[in-house]
């Protein structure tokens, strides 16, 4: 015991640098104050931490926010649009609305309408779980809703096929109106007017 004393705490005349014991001591107490900064650091950080947070509105600080110039009073184009059964819509959330508010991860979504209520319309639509897709159906307020733009390039095409098959009948033709790759061009052979040739020897210039 008294030697465990004597290193904890050597004598002041053994504190000197051809000491042995004084080398021990000095290097405890570097070791003592080295893990009683980081020992502060870790409790201060563990302060300054953030707790974790797995609420339903969890990390949607800048999914739900508004664009620029979109804040403030609520559009009525929201109450005034007429969904029915069968339309498509994009489930964009309106982070000013909290009733019938969806759940982030059908934001940016497209779904079909299945049902209409008086301030509500239920939306089916194909989630994503780890390898296949399963059929959601979800009712969502009609504020966080629009109605989609995914079908107009496929009913303008639907709408001049049907012009063309039109116009073909009336001349008694039949017309394909199926969609083909693009093709490779054709071989073709190039032409030119050689008249002078005139190679020249390599020359090295330095």
Avoid at 56 to 75: E, H, L, V, W
Avoid at 91 to 102: F, L, Q, S, T, Y
Avoid at 164 to 186: D, F, I
Wanted: net charge positive.
């Amino acid at each position: 015991v008294f030697f465990f004393l004597m290193i904890r705490r050597p004598p002041r005349s053994t504190q000197s640098r051809s000491s042995a014991a004084s080398d021990v001591y000095k290097r405890q107490v570097s070791t003592q104050s080295t893990w009683g900064n980081f020992n502060q650091q870790k409790t201060r950080k563990k302060e300054l931490q953030m707790p974790h947070a797995f609420g339903y509105r969890a990390r949607t600080r800048q999914k739900f926010s508004k664009p620029f110039r979109k804040t403030g009073a609520i559009r009525m184009i929201n109450y005034l649009t007429a969904f029915r059964v069968g339309d498509y819509v994009d489930i964009v959330v309106d982070g000013a609305i909290h009733k019938g508010m969806p759940h982030n991860i059908y934001h940016g979504q497209t779904g079909k309408i299945f049902t209409v209520n008086p301030r509500s319309v239920g939306v089916v639509l194909a989630k994503q779980v780890k390898q296949r897709y399963m059929e959601k159906r979800i009712h969502i307020r009609v504020e966080h809703v629009r109605r989609s733009r995914c079908r107009e390039a496929f009913v303008e095409r639907i709408r001049k096929n049907d012009e063309l098959k039109h116009a073909a009948s009336g001349k008694g033709q039949h017309l394909s109106t199926k969609r083909k790759p693009v093709e490779p061009r054709l071989a073709t052979v190039v032409k030119g007017d050689i008249r002078y040739m005139h190679p020249q020897v390599f020359k090295e210039v330095f």
